[in-house]
C-alpha cells in the first residue's frame, strides 16, 4: 500500500490544533477544502462517545450545524440531534463561541467566522428505544464489546459545507474491529500516535456519502469472499457468542451469486458490507428487526435467539431486499432523492417503485434462481395479499408515498412491502403477457436505468407516463388505476395470465403466530388470549379454545409484555417435544399437555390451475424461469 500523505491529510493534523490556521497561500488555495471530524471509542465515559467536527475557515458570521431529522431509505422523522448533548462551538484559542439551539437537530452559531471546530457528546439509541421510533437499521450502539455507527447519529454537518469532502477519524480500542465497505486509509501522524491497530481512517467526498457508510465495531475480523467481481465482506456482532460471520458465508453467497445472475447485466458495485447486529431482545437493546440499505453496504438487525435455518431464511429475505436496492432508488430516482434534504426533505411519490419493485425482486429472484420452489413463492405472494388487506387509507400509493412522514399516511407505510410488491408482479404480468414472455419488470428496470442512471434523476409528477412511455401502453393503464389511483387490484385476472388459480389446501403454520396466521391477541389487561375462530391442528389436539387466556408455556408465565419471548420460544419446537399450557378458561385454571406436531390448517392458497392451456402454462415458464 502506498502512503497516502496529501494536503488534506495534512490538514487533519490541525484537528484540536489551539492556533489560528494560517493564511492559505496560492497553491494551497487550490487544495480542496475538507470538513475533519473525529470519533472517540476509547475514551468512552458514561455510555457517551466525544465527536469532533472541524470545517474550514467560515467566512459568515453565522453558520448552522444539524444532525439530520431524517435519513433515506427510512421515511421517518427521527431526529437524530435529540441524543447530542455538551454541544459546543470553539474559536482557535479554545474559547466557547455562543449558539442558539433552533430545533432539535440545528445549532446556529455567532461569530462563525471566529470557529475552529464543534464538539459534542452522543447517546445511542438501542439502548433506549422505549422512548423512541427509531428503526434499529438506522440506530447507534455504544458499548465495550461493540458499536453500531450509522453516521446519521454520531456526525452533524454545516448547512453551507455538505458538499465538501468529509475525513473521518475513528480511534477504538485494539480489542475491536472495523466492519464497512469503506475504503480504509494510512493513519495520518497525528500527536495521539495513533496506528491501524488502534484507529481507522476514511474519507468520503460528500456529506450523504458519510451518512451512506455505516461502520460497526465487534471483537472479531469480518469475513470476506468475492463472487464474481464483487468483493462481499460479512462482520457479525452476537452478544451470546451464537454466530459468527462465518456462520453466514455459505447462504449469503448462493444468495449474492443469484442476484447477480437475476441481474444480468445491471452493474452492481465493486464492495458489499453486510453488518449484522444480532441482539439479545432484552428491554435495552434492539427491537427493530430488518435492515436499511446504503450504496455499497446494509446494517441488518436480528434476534439472536433465532435458530440458524431461520435466521438464514431471513437474511436471504432481507439482505437480498437492499442488495437489490442497488437498482432502485440507488441507480433510478427522482430529484427528491438526489438532492436530498436531511432536515426538510420532500418525499418522492414513488415507494411503489424504490420498496415495492425492491421487495417484489427480493422474492422473484429466488424462483427465477431456483434458491425455492413455485409452491413457496405462491405462498409468499399470498401472505402479501392477505397482509395487504390490513392497510385499509383511503389513498392511493403515490398520495401516501408523498405524504408518508404525516398522519395517516404514515401508518400505511409498511403497506410498500406488500400491495407495493404486488403492483411489481402485476407489472411483471402485464410485460410478460405483452412480450409473449420475452420481457418482464427486470427489463423495464434495466431501460430506466438507461435512461436515467444514479446521477440524473427524474422528474417526480411525470414518471408514471415515462414509464408507459418506456414500456408497453397497459403499463401506464395499470399505474394509472392502481397506483395513481386508488383502485383496487384484482390478483386473480393476472394470476389467471399464468394458469394459478385460489383452492382451499392444508397447510403448515406456527403455534401461536406465523406471518400468516395468529392465534393469540392481547386484551386490555394485558394477557394473551386465543382468538375465536378456528385454531390450528396443534391447539385443537392439546384442547386449547377460543378465549382461553394464556398463563403460561412449559412452566413460564407469559403476558402481553413477554409475548414475542414465547413466539420465538415455541417458534423453536421440534416435532415430538412436548408442549404444556397452562390456561385460564371461565375463571378456573386449566392445564393442558401433548406431544408437538406441525400446526396445520386449511388456507385458500395459490397454485397451478389443471385446466390451464399451453398459453397459460408457457408465460408462466417464462415469468418463473421454469
Ligand atoms: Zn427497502
Known sequence: MKLLYTAAIAAFLLVGCGTPKAPLSATQKETPKVVLTSVDLINVTDDKVSVVVNPPTITEKEIKFSLPAIVPGTYSRDDYGKYIEAFKALDYSGNELQFTKVDDNTWS????????????????????????????????????????LNMNGFIGYFNTLKNLPYEVLIKHPETLYAGTSLNELEIPKTKDSLTAANANYYKVDRYADL?????????????????????????????????????????????VEAQKAYLGDLKTTNKYAILVYLSTVGAEDAQGFGALEHNTSTVVVMPEQYPKQLLDKAMVDIVAHEFFHVVTPLSIHSEEIHFFDFNTPKMSQHLWMYEGVTEYFAQHFQVYEGLVTPEEFYDVIVSKIDNAKRYTGDFSFTEM?????????????????????????????????????????????????????????????????????????????????????????????????????????????????????????????????????????????????GGDVLVSYNKKEYNLSTARGLIIATNGLAEGDTVTLTVKRNGETVKLSGKYSTPTYLANKLGESPYATEEQKALRAAWLNK
Open 109 to 148: 452559531i455567532l461569530n462563525a467566522d471566529k470557529l475552529d471546530k464543534v464538539t459534542y457528546l452522543v447517546n445511542d439509541t438501542f439502548d433506549i428505544e422505549s422512548e423512541h421510533d427509531i428503526f434499529s437499521p438506522t440506530g447507534t450502539n455504544i458499548a465495550s464489546n461493540n458499536y453500531v
Open 211 to 255: 451518512i451512506d457508510s455505516p461502520v460497526m465495531y465487534t471483537e472479531h475480523e469480518p469475513v470476506s469472499f468475492t463472487v464474481g467481481e464483487t468483493e462481499v465482506l460479512i462482520n457479525v456482532f452476537s452478544p451470546n457468542g451464537t454466530y459468527s460471520a462465518e456462520d453466514f458465508k455459505p447462504v449469503i453467497s448462493t444468495m
Open 401 to 545: 408515498s408523498k405524504n408518508v412522514l404525516e398522519e395517516p399516511y404514515k401508518d400505511s407505510y409498511a403497506n410498500v412491502y406488500e400491495k407495493g410488491a404486488l403492483i411489481g408482479m402485476c407489472i411483471d404480468l402485464i410485460m410478460r403477457e405483452q412480450s409473449n414472455g420475452e420481457k418482464g419488470l427486470i427489463d423495464l428496470m434495466k431501460t430506466l436505468t438507461k435512461r436515467f442512471g444514479s446521477t440524473s434523476p427524474f422528474s417526480d409528477d411525470t414518471f408514471i407516463e415515462t414509464v408507459a412511455a418506456l414500456s408497453y401502453p397497459e403499463v401506464g393503464n395499470f399505474l394509472r388505476d392502481h397506483v395513481q389511483n386508488n383502485g383496487a387490484i384484482n390478483y386473480t385476472e393476472y394470476f389467471y395470465l399464468v394458469g394459478l388459480e385460489f383452492a382451499e389446501t392444508k397447510t403448515n403454520t406456527a403455534l401461536l403466530a406465523s406471518q400468516d396466521v395468529q392465534y393469540i391477541r392481547g386484551n386490555e389487561e394485558g394477557e394473551i388470549v386465543f382468538v375465536n375462530g378456528e385454531l390450528n391442528s396443534t391447539l385443537q389436539d392439546l384442547g386449547v379454545l
